[in-house]
Structure formats: structure tokens, C-alpha cells
């Protein structure tokens, strides 16, 4: 037996992560579907005259994004909260910063990527020109795991307490707006072949942002729930 | 002659001290507050755009002034609580809140209110008034979150690291609405671009700004003292106050 | 080498205990004792670094015990009241993620060994939600076999839901712990039934 160094601890928590999304299946394809039928949703409640569906895809999708983001967030922390794996998280040598961040990086490859991957299929059925796909994909790419990093902040304050859902929506999503906004407007601006290069420099540095400053208020925020 | 403010981090000596205060404050906050109030409605010139419906701006924008400021200020008491551990720094900012919130909440009606005879509509999406609804958000969320929380010392760190993260995303969150609104400028002024300043606006509005902070401190000394009151309730000096009735 | 200083618990309006203090050194064994409620596991989660004591301080080689100490948590191995299983994952894995949170590594016939000390052998690949409440306490504290290298145990209420054999198979290695010079500290309604190492007792609760 020998002690393990940062990097393979790391990977140790992404492997047992997504080892446990993948024997779960149905926590990754709720969220993957959440997303799927809100985005269908609108269509049917405003209208499907193309003109009018392509203005409103970007925001369309990206608020789906957002809900579909926060509803699998209750299941970041949760269960390694109420099973007592969390615990022993924070009681380990390495920092624990760094193991949140691992937890983070697998919730995001399990719930935030295949929206990524499934989002130009529904820019399609939105009427979006194919310029507009690319920046669609690339702006969810760079903001989905922002919001997976920002919510894991509520995500970690709201552990054990009731009615966790409504709160981190509460909490969560007026910290999303800056996201919704540029990444919205990057698909936006696309649509009308203008550059959205701008708006996803943006949403770069607020990802850059989100991974310098999230993982340490989450991991506060965990020893705050276990404390 | 040095004050050992130090002594005042307890509860037990800050509860008669913020007694004694309070009054003073509500005495100033409503003298302020007459005075503002008079020049505001009396005093200064009528605006030749706006008419006479333009005065709300001396509740608006003292309001929105101090929803943020009060925003601020709670979030530096639980910064204060966290690094140092003061219990009463934590009630501080939990008495702040609520005022913070009705101040949040004045200046988004009252905004309305101004819309209406000005613009036609009773809510206008302008980077402002959109701010202010988020900062509401914000306040109800801090509000939410400690009260969610069974663990009072657990509520207090909680919520008081949301304040901080909220007060970090406050300008983030601003300058992307503010950029937003510039994005879909098709709905015509700001409501927020008050009319030019007559020096009598300005001093109204500084009045009432100036009362309102009164206000906020008369109202968050009575409800910490509350606040000291129910938690400190086993404590000996509480027991023998003859507020303490059971 | 564990010490704990005037510490004081509060919960709700209730203050559980004030002025605890204690000196704990190698080779000593801690046992907490109290009724239910008596703030047993608040005591431990205070040991851990896990809970702020509302006074008072714990030292472990003379340092504070903080949240954030590296140090002082890659000298610990602690066994909380849940046994940290994780019901999608087999036994095996539960017991080779667990301990690579502790920071060590353990490749699979160490594991494998460890689940086989603890009569899981044969159920090594089954996962941990198949198993009983009992076994799967058995493979949270499979972790004991291979944990030696940490000086200092804490565990709260490790012989709960265990058969007479796993009750003397945990003494066991609790014993062995100690005689080479470990610290253990537990809180256990259940007589620990150590034999010759020196146990301090620490009664909690009126």
C-alpha cells in the first residue's frame, strides 16, 4: 500500500463518480430528457412559425439549460452527504478543494456534456442557420460547466435541508444570469451573421472565473453543511 | 480616552447600548425624512419633460441607493462573522437583511410607479429596475437559506458565505444586465436617466437618502436586539430582563 | 498526542458539555460513553475537526486540529456513525475508493484480503446494496485492516448491527492498534472489552 499523490486522487474521485452515474443510469437520462422536453415545450406554448422560433431558440434553450443543470444538481452532493462518503472526503490529506473540484468535473461530463452534444439537433428543429449551431455548441460548451461549478456552491449550502429543490433554485439562479446572458447572446448574434466571438470570450472568462473561485466557496460551503 | 470597542462584541453589552441608540436614529430618520420629503414635494422645480410625476424619483432612487449599500454592509458583517467568529456580526447582518429587502422592494414599486404616467407601462425592463429585481432575489435567497437551516450557527455560516458570494456577483451580474439592456435598446429611454439635476433635486435626494440610512439603522438595532433575545434566551442577563416574560 | 482543552458543545439551547479536557497519549485508548443525546458523536465530530467546538480547542501533536489541517487528517482514519458505503458500488471498490480518500493506495489482493478478514470473502464483487446492513457495515470497517499507518482511530459506535465474531474481530484489531503504539479514541454504548492497554473513560450526560 502506498500513499497517493494529488493527481491520482483526482482521478480516483472522477473514476468512482462516474463508475456510479453509469450503475445509475437514470439520474444522467432524467436530466438529458428535463432538458429535451422543456426546449419542446415551447414551440407548443408560443408558436411554430419559424421566424418567431428562431428568435427565441437561443434563449429557449439556454433557460432549459439552466433548469436541466439545477435540477441535477441535487444530485452532486446529496448522496455522498446522507451515505457519509462526504465526510470521509473532507477528512482526507489532500485538499479538499480539489476533490470537489473532481466531483464537479464528473457531474458535469454526466449531466452538462450531452446537452452540449444534443443542443444542435435542437437548434435545428428551431430553424437555426448553421453558423448559429456552431456558436450554440460552443457557447453551452464553455457555459454549462460554469453553471455546473456556480451551482455546486448552492448546491453544497442546501445539503440535508428541507425543500432543497426550490431553495437552490432560489439561490442559483440569479448567480446563472451573467451565463444566460452571453451565452444567449452568442447564439443570438450568430443568427443574425453577426460574430459572436465577443460574447464567448465572455462566457470564457467567466468560466475561468467559475473554476477559480467555485471549487473554494463550494468546498467552504461543504464543511459549513458538515459542521 | 481609547474605547475598548471590543467589549461591545458581546451581546450582553451591545443589547442596552443598541437600546439607548435606536430612538436617536428613528428621531433623525423621520426628521430626514420630513425635510427631504418637503423639498422634494414642495420645493423643487417641476420638470418640464416629466411634469410633477417625476418626485417619486425622491423615494426611487434614495431606495435603490440603499438597497445596495445595506447589501454591502451585510455582506461585510458576515465577512467579519466568518473570519472572526463573532456571534453578533452574524446577527447583524441577519437584522440587515429584511430592511435591505423592503428598501429593494420600494424601489422596484416605486419605479413602477414612475413608469406608469412616464412611459405607459407599469414595468419597464431597463439594466436598473432588472438589477433591483435580482438583488431582491438575492435578499429573499439570504433570508431563505437561514431560515431553511434547523442549526442557528450553521444557518449563520451558510447564509453568510451566499452573501459573500452573492455581493462578489452583484457587479457581474449589473454590468451583464446593463450590457444586456444596451443589446435590445429597441424600448425607448431609461427609466433610471432622471431627468437634469436642479441642485434642490439633488440635495431632496440626498436628504432622503440620508434619512432612509437612519431608517435602516434605527429598524436593524430593534431587530438585532430581538435577534440577541431569542438566541441568548438561556442566558442569565436575559432571564432577569423584564422584557424576558414567560 | 491528542488533547483536548476546555471544550464546550451547545446544541439548540441545550449546552451538552463545558470545560472537557482531556490528554491522550500513543499507545491509549478513549472511550466516550453517555446516553443518547449526551453529544457523544458531537464530542467525536469535534475530535475530527469536523464540528467547531463553541469553546475550547483540540491539539493533535501539539497543533490545532482546524478543518483544512492536511497534516493532522493524513494521520487520521475515521469511522463515522454511517458506514460510508456506497450502495452502487461492489465491496471491493467501496473499500478501494474509500481508502484512496484517506490518500492510501490499495490494489486489489490487499483489499481483497481485508474483505476476506472480514467474512466477505466470496462478496468482493457483489454490489454493496445486495448486502445486509450488517455486511455492509463489515466493508466500511474493512478499512481497519488496512489503516494501520495511521497513528490516531476515531471511531463513533463501530460495533453496531456486528455479530459476536465481527465485535471480536474489530476489538482485535483495535487492540493490535494500540499495543503498536496507535491512539484510538470511540465513543460505544458496547463494552470495548480491552485487555491490558490503558483506557481512559470519559462518561458524558448527567
Redesign the interface.
Do not use: N
Given at each position: 500500500m502506498k500513499p497517493l499523490a494529488l493527481a491520482p486522487m483526482f482521478a480516483s474521485v472522477v473514476r468512482r463518480d462516474l463508475t456510479l452515474a453509469l450503475r445509475r443510469r437514470s439520474d444522467a437520462l432524467t436530466t438529458f430528457f428535463f432538458f429535451v422536453i422543456v426546449v419542446s415545450l415551447f414551440p407548443l406554448g408560443i408558436s411554430p412559425e419559424p421566424s418567431i422560433l428562431r428568435v427565441i431558440a437561443p434563449g429557449v434553450v439556454w433557460v432549459a439549460a439552466l433548469l436541466a443543470s439545477m435540477l441535477a444538481l441535487l444530485r452532486l452532493f446529496a448522496p455522498d452527504f446522507d451515505d457519509g462518503t462526504l465526510e470521509q472526503l473532507a477528512l482526507g490529506p489532500q485538499p479538499l478543494v480539489l476533490l470537489v473540484t473532481a466531483k464537479v468535473l464528473a457531474h458535469w461530463l454526466v449531466t452538462g456534456l450531452p446537452l452540449v452534444l444534443i443542443a444542435p439537433l435542437l437548434g435545428l428543429q428551431f430553424q437555426l442557420p448553421a453558423s448559429a449551431l456552431g456558436s450554440m455548441t460552443l457557447s453551452l460548451l464553455l457555459g454549462t460547466p460554469c453553471l455546473s461549478l456556480i451551482g455546486a456552491i448552492g448546491a453544497a449550502l442546501t445539503l440535508g435541508v428541507r425543500g432543497a429543490g426550490a431553495l437552490l433554485a432560489l439561490l442559483v439562479l440569479p448567480l446563472y444570469i451573467p451565463v444566460l446572458i452571453f451565452g444567449a447572446a452568442a447564439v443570438s448574434a450568430s443568427t443574425e451573421g453577426m460574430p459572436a466571438g465577443g460574447h464567448l470570450s465572455v462566457l470564457g472568462a467567466l468560466l475561468l472565473l467559475a473554476i477559480v473561485f467555485g471549487p473554494v466557496a463550494s468546498a467552504a460551503a461543504v464543511r459549513i453543511a458538515l459542521g | 480616552m481609547a474605547l475598548n470597542w471590543w467589549k461591545y462584541a458581546a451581546p450582553q453589552t451591545f443589547y442596552p447600548l443598541s437600546g439607548r441608540l435606536a430612538p436617536w436614529f428613528l428621531a433623525l430618520a423621520a426628521a430626514l425624512a420630513a425635510a427631504g420629503l418637503y423639498i422634494g414635494l414642495f420645493v423643487a422645480p417641476t420638470d418640464f419633460q416629466q411634469g410633477e410625476s417625476y418626485r417619486i424619483i425622491f423615494v426611487h432612487v434614495p431606495a435603490a441607493w440603499m438597497s445596495m449599500f445595506m447589501y454591502v454592509v451585510m455582506a461585510s458583517w458576515c465577512a467579519v462573522g466568518l473570519a472572526l467568529g463573532t456571534r453578533l456580526s452574524f446577527m447583524m447582518a441577519l437584522a440587515l437583511a429584511p430592511t435591505g429587502a423592503m428598501f429593494t422592494f420600494i424601489a422596484l414599486w416605486s419605479g413602477s410607479l414612475w413608469g406608469k404616467p412616464t412611459w405607459g407601462t407599469w414595468w419597464v425592463w431597463d439594466a436598473r429596475l432588472t438589477s433591483e429585481l435580482i438583488l431582491l432575489f438575492l435578499y429573499i435567497g439570504f433570508m431563505a437559506l437561514h431560515a431553511a437551516i434547523d442549526d442557528v450557527r450553521r444557518a449563520d455560516r451558510a447564509a453568510a458565505l451566499l452573501a459573500l458570494v452573492g455581493v462578489v456577483n452583484v457587479p457581474i451580474i449589473y454590468f451583464s444586465v446593463k450590457w444586456w439592456n444596451t443589446l435590445h435598446q429597441g424600448a425607448s429611454v431609461s427609466l433610471t436617466r432622471a431627468p437634469s439635476m436642479a441642485a434642490t433635486m439633488l440635495v431632496g435626494m440626498l436628504i432622503m437618502a440620508l434619512a432612509a440610512w437612519m431608517y435602516a439603522i434605527a429598524a436593524s438595532l430593534y431587530r438585532v436586539r430581538s435577534i440577541i433575545l431569542e438566541r441568548e434566551a438561556h442566558a442569565d442577563w436575559v432571564r432577569q430582563m423584564p422584557e424576558a416574560s414567560v | 498526542m491528542l488533547d483536548a482543552a476546555s471544550l464546550e458543545c451547545v446544541r439548540g439551547?441545550?449546552?451538552l458539555f463545558h470545560r472537557l479536557s482531556f490528554n491522550l497519549p500513543p499507545g491509549h485508548v478513549l472511550w466516550v460513553l453517555g446516553p443518547n443525546g449526551s453529544g457523544k458523536t458531537s464530542l467525536i465530530?469535534m475530535l475530527?475537526?469536523?464540528?467547531?467546538p463553541d469553546a475550547g480547542e483540540v491539539r493533535w501533536k501539539g497543533e490545532q486540529v482546524r478543518?483544512?489541517s492536511?497534516?493532522f487528517?493524513?494521520d487520521?482514519l475515521?469511522l463515522?456513525?454511517?458506514?460510508?458505503?456506497?450502495?452502487?458500488?461492489t465491496s471491493l471498490?467501496n473499500v478501494r475508493?474509500?481508502?484512496?480518500?484517506?490518500?492510501?493506495?490499495?490494489?486489489a489482493h490487499?483489499a481483497e484480503a481485508a474483505l476476506s478478514e472480514f467474512g466477505l470473502a466470496g462478496r468482493e464483487r457483489l454490489?454493496a446494496r445486495f448486502l445486509s446492513a450488517g455486511q455492509q457495515r463489515r466493508v466500511g470497517l474493512s478499512r481497519l485492516a488496512?489503516g494501520r499507518?495511521k497513528p490516531l482511530w476515531i471511531l463513533d459506535e463501530p460495533f453496531t448491527a456486528l455479530d459476536s465474531q465481527a465485535v471480536e474481530l474489530v476489538q482485535s484489531h483495535l487492540t493490535r492498534h494500540v499495543m503498536g503504539g496507535g491512539t484510538v479514541v470511540l465513543a460505544s454504548h458496547h463494552d470495548i472489552g480491552f485487555v491490558g492497554t490503558p483506557v481512559q473513560r470519559l462518561q458524558l450526560g448527567a
Open positions: - | - | 439551547q441545550r449546552r465530530r475530527c475537526g469536523l464540528l467547531r478543518a483544512s492536511d497534516s487528517h493524513a487520521l475515521y463515522g456513525h454511517a458506514p460510508a458505503v456506497k450502495g452502487d458500488l471498490e475508493f474509500g481508502l484512496a480518500q484517506t490518500g492510501l493506495g490499495a490494489d490487499e454490489l488496512l499507518s
